[in-house]
């Protein structure tokens, strides 16, 4: 609920203002759904020319892309635990940031993809007898 | 930006170029425009080639060319085949264009239909979710312009977005929905040949195996047939579609605008022909990992992977198809919104006894307006591009059983399709903050029908001679616009415009 509220406040401000309020050292998150597996970092304020983004393995941190640019969008993410953190050239780096994604269960999918089946099915049914009805009275 | 490909002076000189070619377009078609309905409904007389490419174009907005890329990434092989379950939406109003234009001849949109079917709460309703919606769409057209021009080239994104907006509001102007149609035929030529250009130059660059392989070893769900939210996608997208379709007056318009018999042919053969343009767009953002391009946000992975992979020759190219869409949909939502603003609230309920002059002046400021408010609001860059659209979804989809059963059954009155508009709306848009965008269509189609469905077991209330009546009146008013008083011969009852068989009259209860 609170990630979708988030997406509410970005619908609602400027974007620009939400990044530029943010500390410079901190990662921030300018667009996510963990329960989809994706996330776009974005450091705005790190300072420098470019940036190594990276993630924390079993062997230590490994990089994740290598840059100019200030934000990279994750997607396609597991279920797990995942930190992430950026560094600059300029020799700064981001507060490490922990986020955990975790996929909606297949009941509920399953459940939303038959009810759409079925909904599709009745919806095919009325038009197809209402089209033969109305031949049918011409 | 780091795959700046097209120099900025090529990225100008192509939209001046193609600029020139729609405004020349929009002035040559839209010359001979007499009327009112020359303006907003080509004269009532398109013909089957330019009424599938007007739909097709139509519909390859924008979105189709970066939001299916963008819904590609993020939730994989299913979010490409769901975007493309786009196309049901058009294929099931086939045969309801034909029934649009068998009972309302001489309608002008679909705000038309819902006032004199359902009534004035009912229909007041559905102007508040169309105009949102198309207000929202041409946000979304907007932000895609500057978005595009931005990552290609490097242009500001404003600078590229104002300049989409100007061109597309001032041909529009010029033409009406004549000029609309008519660029669209050459808007649909270049996107069909562009994609299979395209398509053939991702398949020999980036194999599927290569795909398939760091697919798998960096972002496995995105393969996963499995994947619960793309799941939960696919039919949301679907009734997304059906929703936008079925109640939008872009579509509408058309119904009206085509010659008898040319609506239910025209649809099925667009939808048919979209089908496979969201799969190749899809198919080009799942190569962004093989690439190793970064996206800085997920609506630009279309217009960067196409500057890494393809180069100049290649970003020329995706900028040209990308901007033909953009163009085919931008207009044709300005126009559309135009003339529902035009006809339902200016003449509706501020100037009932406008006359057609009067309405033909007014539907051009209202457009100029539209394009006024569009770029304001798209100025901020408030939100990717899907979820933007996802969230007008929990709006559209709650109209889709009013209108299929108001327009097939003479079942259901005005209380029951303001109750499933309102109810589909407000649970869909509860729906997307509390789940997620993939299913805020889909929860407002179910709430909607549960209020309208049940309305089949009632007995029939509505006459359909009740629309004919209603036009009758506004026919007998053109006259008298044109002629500078009222007809003398009095009309056979039960005249108007075109058939509506054999129905037996009924009393009209409810209204």
Known sequence: MTRNLTALLMLLLAHGAEIGSAS???????????????????WPGLGGESFILQEKGGTGWEALYKGTSTASTLTGLSNGDYTYRVISDAGRTTEPLDIRIHHHSLTRAFGFFGTGAVLLLILLAVIFVGVRSRNSTV | MEYVTLP????????????LVWLGMGYWIGRNNADLDDYMLAGRKVGIGLAVATSMATWVTSNTTMTAPQLAYQLGLWGMVGYSLGCVGLLLFAPLARRIREIMPQGYTSGDFIRLRYGKTAWRIFLAISLAYSVGWLISLGMAGGILIEALSGIPYIYGMTVIIAVCTAYTLFGGLKAVIGTDFVQCIIILVGVVVLAVMVINRVGFEDVHDVLMRDRPELLNMLFPAAIMFLFNNLFFGVGEVFHSNVWWSRAFAFAPGVGLKAYLLAGIFWLPIPIVAGFIALTAPVLGVNVPAAD?????????????????????VVFAALASSLDSVLAA???????DIYKGHLRPGASERELRIAAAWIILGISIVTWALSVPHMATLGSLLQFMGAFVASTIWP??????????????????MALGTILGVVAYFMIGFYVAALVSAIVSMLVMLPTLWLPDT????YLQENLEAKTRRKEHDDLGSWPTTPRPAGAGAGGLGSHSASRIAGR
């Open chain 2, 300 to 320: 630009m992975v279309a217009p960067l992977v196409a500057s890494e992979m393809f180069g100049t020759t290649g970003a020329i190219l995706v900028f040209v």
């Open chain 1, 24 to 42: 410079a050292t901190e990662l921030l998150m300018t667009d996510s759904d963990f329960g989809a597996g994706y996330v776009t970092l974005a």
């Open chain 2, 403 to 420: 209108i299929a059963i108001g327009l097939l059954y003479r079942k259901g009155a005005g209380r029951h399709a303001t109750a499933a």
């Open chain 2, 8 to 19: 900025p002076g090529v990225a100008w000189s192509i939209v001046a170029i193609f600029s």
């Open chain 2, 462 to 465: 509505f006459d359909w001679a």
């Open chain 2, 337 to 343: 919104t135009g003339d529902l603003i035009t006809k």
